[in-house]
C-alpha cells in the first residue's frame, strides 16, 4: 500500500494499473514493503480508474518489476524491509485480486485485523519489557539494597503493570468481535493507537529503571526502546487512528 506520497492517506496513491486487451500494465513505486525482497508474489493496490482503486497479484518474476535496496531503518533491523518498483509490468486478467474498482473498500476491510494484531504486539512488548525490569531491579542494588525496594521503584512499576493489564482487557474484548466479525473500524483503531503509545510509554519508563545499561544494545531493552518508536507509525498513525475515533464521535 505504502508509497513514497502516500503513507496514512491511502487515496494519495498513484501506481496505476491500465487495462489492455487480455492483461493490466503496472506503472509506479513502493517504499516501506515488508517481506518484500524475497516474496515470490506481491499484492499491490494501484490506481484503475480516477476514483477507483484495484488489487493485484504480482509475479515476483514478471519483467519490469524490481526490487529495491534494503531500507536503512532505525530498528527492527532484522526485518525485511524495501522498495518495490513497476514499470510497464504486464499482470495477466486473472491476477486481479477481488472486485475491480473496489480494491479500497478491501483494504479497509482487512484494515482492523491488521491493527489488531499491531496492537498484541505493542501489548506483548510492553508485557516483555516489564518482565525484564522486574527482574532487573530485584537484582540491581543500590545504597546497601535492591532498587526493587524504593518506593519509587514500586510506583513506577505499579503504573505499566496496571495499564497493561487494562489494555489487555479491552483487546480481548476487541479479538472476541473480530472473530465473531464483528469489530469496527473505530474500535480497531483505539486499539492500535490505545497500545502501541503504551509500548512506548512502558519501555521507556523501563529503560529509565535500568540505569545506564539501558542504554547498551547487549540489553534487550535498549532494543526493544529502538524497535517501539515505529509502531506508533506504520499501520496507521496515531493521529489518523485518532481521527478515525473523532470522526465517529461528531459524526451526525
Given at each position: 500500500m505504502?508509497?513514497?506520497?502516500a503513507g496514512?492517506?491511502?487515496?494519495?496513491?498513484?501506481?496505476?494499473a491500465?487495462?489492455?486487451?487480455?492483461h493490466?500494465?503496472?506503472?509506479?513505486?513502493?517504499?516501506?514493503?515488508?517481506g518484500?525482497?524475497?516474496?515470490?508474489?506481491?499484492?499491490?493496490v494501484?490506481?484503475?480508474?480516477?476514483?477507483?482503486?484495484?488489487?493485484f497479484l504480482?509475479?515476483?518474476?514478471?519483467p519490469?518489476?524490481?526490487?529495491?535496496?534494503?531500507?536503512?531503518?532505525l530498528?527492527q533491523?532484522?526485518?525485511?524491509?524495501s522498495?518495490?518498483f513497476f514499470?510497464?509490468?504486464?499482470?495477466p486478467a486473472?491476477?486481479?485480486?477481488?472486485?475491480e474498482?473496489a480494491?479500497?473498500?478491501?483494504?479497509?476491510?482487512?484494515?482492523?485485523?491488521?491493527?489488531?494484531?499491531?496492537?498484541?504486539?505493542?501489548?506483548?512488548?510492553?508485557?516483555a519489557?516489564?518482565?525484564w525490569?522486574v527482574?532487573?531491579?530485584?537484582?540491581?542494588r543500590a545504597?546497601?539494597?535492591?532498587i526493587?525496594q524504593?518506593?519509587?521503584t514500586t510506583?513506577?512499576?505499579a503504573?505499566?503493570?496496571t495499564?497493561?493489564d487494562?489494555?489487555?482487557?479491552y483487546?480481548d474484548?476487541?479479538?472476541?468481535?473480530l472473530n465473531?466479525?464483528?469489530?469496527?473500524?473505530?474500535?480497531?483503531?483505539k486499539?492500535?493507537?490505545?497500545?502501541?503509545?503504551?509500548?512506548?510509554r512502558?519501555v521507556t519508563r523501563?529503560?529509565?529503571l535500568?540505569?545506564?545499561?539501558?542504554?547498551?544494545?547487549?540489553?534487550?531493552i535498549?532494543?526493544a526502546?529502538?524497535?517501539?518508536r515505529?509502531?506508533?507509525?506504520?499501520?496507521?498513525?496515531?493521529?489518523?487512528?485518532?481521527?478515525?475515533?473523532?470522526r465517529?464521535?461528531?459524526?451526525?
Amino acid at each position: 500500500m505504502t508509497e513514497p506520497g502516500a503513507g496514512s492517506d491511502l487515496r494519495g496513491i498513484r501506481t496505476t494499473a491500465v487495462r489492455e486487451a487480455d492483461h493490466w500494465v503496472l506503472n509506479g513505486s513502493k517504499t516501506f514493503i515488508t517481506g518484500s525482497a524475497r516474496a515470490d508474489v506481491v499484492v499491490t493496490v494501484a490506481r484503475s480508474a480516477e476514483r477507483e482503486f484495484s488489487l493485484f497479484l504480482v509475479d515476483g518474476k514478471a519483467p519490469g518489476f524490481t526490487r529495491g535496496r534494503a531500507l536503512d531503518k532505525l530498528g527492527q533491523r532484522a526485518e525485511d524491509v524495501s522498495e518495490l518498483f513497476f514499470e510497464d509490468v504486464h499482470v495477466p486478467a486473472e491476477n486481479l485480486l477481488g472486485t475491480e474498482g473496489a480494491g479500497f473498500g478491501h483494504l479497509m476491510e482487512r484494515l482492523p485485523k491488521e491493527r489488531m494484531s499491531i496492537a498484541y504486539y505493542g501489548l506483548a512488548a510492553a508485557e516483555a519489557a516489564l518482565d525484564w525490569t522486574v527482574a532487573y531491579t530485584k537484582e540491581r542494588r543500590a545504597f546497601g539494597k535492591p532498587i526493587a525496594q524504593f518506593q519509587h521503584t514500586t510506583f513506577a512499576l505499579a503504573e505499566p503493570a496496571t495499564e497493561i493489564d487494562v489494555t489487555r482487557a479491552y483487546l480481548d474484548r476487541a479479538v472476541l468481535a473480530l472473530n465473531e466479525g464483528e469489530l469496527t473500524a473505530v474500535d480497531a483503531a483505539k486499539a492500535k493507537w490505545w497500545a502501541t503509545e503504551l509500548q512506548n510509554r512502558v519501555v521507556t519508563r523501563c529503560l529509565q529503571l535500568h540505569g545506564g545499561y539501558g542504554y547498551m544494545r547487549e540489553y534487550p531493552i535498549a532494543r526493544a526502546f529502538i524497535d517501539a518508536r515505529v509502531t506508533t507509525i506504520y499501520g496507521g498513525t496515531t493521529e489518523i487512528m485518532k481521527s478515525i475515533v473523532g470522526r465517529d464521535l461528531v459524526r451526525d
